[in-house]
């Protein structure tokens, strides 16, 4: 039947899944190769929850890059399926520009096209172009299907992709692409399945992770993201700073005098839970701290959340459900009973209890706006993209 291999390539990681072909692509083995260059990890676990590597290198040896990152794969894979026939590599590529609003096999015409959006995402796309450019190598034969982010919300209406700039910025790619389209593709897949009668209502779907966003979803069918131009705009996120006013950017510059670096460093690396709590990027971690600064990120998170929430459901005219996703989405019960509070004017209201037990519904059952949970797969999500392009 053959296999598919997706990869998720990042600056200093790469994640993959094996998948065998069939009518929906099983998921074989999943895991991920991170600390490339300083002190590499090789983790995979089975379907079944095996971990059939573990595997670390000490400082300085083991995978450096992408390409010997791959190596190191295939010869996992080699030795854990003696018989992988893997026939497309799916990818990960964070953008698409405004051009490709749906996933392409590519070659190496197509390569060089998506080239030219590395100035509008520098710090992903140019590793997700190095993972197709190993995989390429690697696997000559394969075909390599690039499955993009910003796809998913090249729909939206011109007034919830532009920004009022002067026209020409939009004509040079200035617009509001969003992110995270392949987590909401999957949970639009998901609700087509469990919940057709409410996919045709008005969502918003929460992908709360280390990156988050939120988006308003119209029968099936996306009209705005709090994300926009670069993955910084909207929420909060890890280390990144979600909505800003510009003006800080001018402040930073000229009073401050830093320079670009210094303030991508600001703004991707040093803000958002990070920067706030003082303390970590990760969700656990504050949850498990009592200090103010971790209570205060959190409070922000969630304050940003609701927020976010009143202004897509505005641009819908309306709210009929409400999902979270991603690792924070799918586990936090307490974000997301701060992220509801006080929405009762909306219709929303958790049931504590469903909450806490991490129920897939988790709205209070006389409440009128039914709120989800969807454990969402982005993995599946390029692995389907992957073999219906392959036919
Ligand atoms: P993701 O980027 O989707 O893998 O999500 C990562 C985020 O999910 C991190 O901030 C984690 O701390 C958070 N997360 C994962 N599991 C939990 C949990 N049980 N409770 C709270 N946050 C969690």
Redo the contacts with the bound molecule.
Sequence with gaps: MGHILTLNAGSSSLKFALLALGNEPEELLSGQLEGLGTKPRLVAKTKTGETPVDRRWSEGEGPKDHATALAALWELLEREFPAVDIVAVGHRVVHGGPRFSEPLIVEAAEIDALREYVPLAPLHQPHNLAGIDAARAALPRARQVACFDTAFHRSHPWINDVYALPRRYYEAGVRRYGFHGLSYEYVVSTLASTRPALLQGRLVVA?????ASMCAIHGGKPVASTLGFSALDGLPM?TRCGQLDPGIILYMLQAEGLDAKAIQDVLYKESG?KGLSGLS???????ESDTPEALGAIAYFCARIRRELGGLAAAMGGIDGVVFT??????????RALACADLDFLGIRLDPDANAANAAEIGAADACCPVLVVN?NEEAMIARHTARLIG
């Design positions: 992908h709360l992770g280390n990156g890890g839970l990027n990760d969700m656990r971690t504050l949850e991603g690792g924070i989405g799918e586990n936090s019960r307490r974000v969402t």
